[in-house]
């Protein structure tokens, strides 16, 4: 049972490069979550998802864009990098929004120069 | 704004007790989480409170009171594998974790 796969695990791009982040999840989640961890700071959601086909913007979701056109899978894209996105991303997902803990992916550390 | 405390850093001994504290200020509460990240990989689900009091997990042990929007974790007989980040969160109004910055433990011989 593989939980949550992250793809890819390190990644470095210039600035002004695009990428996109790939998270899959096998538990038949519901809710699925993208995260940016920095030093020094608790970990912060940059955009979540309900279920298929929905999305929704988290607190910091300026510069990313997300997919779920299946529920397993959860797409995170950075349209044009920049320095300050250097960063651990983590992808979770959750069967409920409430007393159901989250589930997460190994990150993907990702610099940008 | 919503603010999650905890201390940055705290060494133990093997074999000893360690409590993390975890204060709150958030918009609504719907429940506090701890979980575990050793460095370099996932956090990890540890314990969820809801309701004032203790819960206990094996070794582990989260207390919660939502009066003084304070929470601690107990780690009891402290083994080397327990040297990891703590990681506060709670779930606000809106059903979003907030997050704490995270207590590093370190665990001497």
């Known amino acids: 049972n593989a939980g949550v796969t992250q793809t890819p695990k390190f990644r470095v791009l210039k600035t002004g490069q695009s990428m996109t982040l790939l998270c899959a999840q096998d538990?038949?989640?519901?809710?699925m979550y993208w995260y940016r961890q920095d030093p020094g700071m608790g970990l912060r959601l940059i955009h979540y998802?309900?279920?298929?086909?929905?999305?929704a913007k988290g607190e910091v979701p300026d510069g990313y864009n997300v997919s779920r056109l299946k529920k397993q899978n959860f797409l995170l894209g950075l349209e044009s990098a920049a320095p300050s996105q250097t960063s651990v991303y983590f992808c979770?997902?959750?069967?409920?929004?409430?007393?159901?803990?989250?589930?997460f992916g190994d990150g993907t550390r990702l610099s940008i120069l | 704004g919503q603010n999650i405390d905890q201390p940055t850093e705290m060494t133990a001994t093997e074999g000893a007790i360690v409590q993390i504290n975890c204060t709150y200020q958030?918009?609504?509460?719907?429940?506090l989480f701890w979980y575990q990240q050793h460095a370099g990989e996932a956090p990890t689900f540890l314990s969820y409170?809801?309701l004032d009091g203790l819960e206990e997990k094996g070794r582990f042990s989260s207390f919660l009171s939502r009066s003084k929007g304070y929470s601690y974790l107990l780690l009891k007989e402290l083994q080397m594998k327990d040297s990891a980040s703590y990681l506060c969160?709670?779930?606000?109004?809106?059903?979003?974790?907030?997050w704490g910055a995270g207590t590093k433990l370190i665990i001497k011989p």
């Open positions: 969160a709670v779930l606000d109004s809106n059903y979003q974790l907030i």
């Open positions: 958030t918009s609504g509460f719907n429940g």
């Open positions: 998802s309900v279920g298929e086909g929905t999305t």
């Open positions: 538990m038949n989640h519901e809710y």
């Open positions: 409170n809801v």
């Open positions: 979770a997902s959750s069967q409920d929004r409430d007393a159901q803990p989250q589930h």
